[in-house]
């Protein structure tokens, strides 16, 4: 992309990536809900794969685009959450692991299907913006993956593990998830923040995910003939 500045050009490779992996993770979850039973997300247009029925402000652009700027280890964001009635599927306890597991699902079929669409773009113009955008695309779909299938509530690994917990520890399970939230934020933010205070740079996030993603990343780029 001639003319733009270079951090302008490298920072317009994230936009696409980021956009469609956050907001197509929220659809998969809606769109998996409707299909067992539960309309709600469907009567408010949320079972749809146009993105920009899924932005949140703060999560989907403003909180993505700090992190790449300050060239965080990982990125971290949201869509608006699509809202599940639970007790209206037709299962409802498999039926939450299915709808849980949607979203990671949904990511990771976008990062292979991004590298597979490397093999494509090699016969465009302006290809090295092209492969940024995938190779970018495949990484955040892989981080995401892997971070919501973390077993914390309300993370989606939670909502998996709250599904497949006998019925007396799903309870004071799903009581944690208010707490849950608190304790990502420290993990995501206050850890790596101290621990740099202290002249350390540890973030325990992404020391749990950095050889799953590793392996998941490498795994796809085999996958789909981008590496011997």
């Known amino acids: 992309m001639d003319g733009l500045p270079m951090w302008l050009e490298q920072a317009s490779t994230w936009v696409a990536p980021v956009l469609l992996a956050i907001t197509l993770h929220e ?17 408010m247009g949320r079972v749809s794969f ?16 700090v992190l790449i700027m300050l060239h965080a280890p990982f990125l971290f964001g949201w869509a608006k959450p699509v809202p ?29 299907g991004s590298a597979l669409l490397a093999h494509a773009v090699v016969y465009l113009p302006g290809r090295e913006w092209a492969f940024a955008n995938i190779a ?32 007396a520890l799903a309870g004071r399970f799903a009581r944690l998830e208010r707490q849950g939230m608190l304790f990502l934020i420290v993990l995501l933010f206050v850890v790596p923040v101290f621990g740099r205070w202290l002249g350390y740079d540890f973030s325990p996030i992404a020391w749990v995910l950095e050889r799953p993603f ?15």
């Open 27 to 43: 659809a998969a979850h809606a769109f998996i809900a409707w299909r067992l039973g539960d309309d709600t997300a469907y009567r």
């Open 50 to 65: 146009n993105p920009f029925r899924h932005v949140d402000p703060m999560g989907t652009v403003i909180l993505p685009t």
């Open 84 to 112: 599940v009635a639970f007790h209206r599927l037709r299962r409802p306890r498999s039926g939450m692991v299915a709808v849980a597991i949607a979203g990671p699902c949904a990511n990771l079929l976008l990062a292979m």
């Open 136 to 167: 970018h695309a495949i990484q955040i779909n892989v981080m995401l993956a892997l971070f919501n299938m973390i077993p914390i509530p309300p993370l989606d690994g939670g909502r998996v593990l709250l599904g497949v917990l006998p019925q």
């Open 214 to 228: 590793a392996l998941l990343h490498e795994g796809i780029l085999r996958g789909a003939g981008l590496v011997e």
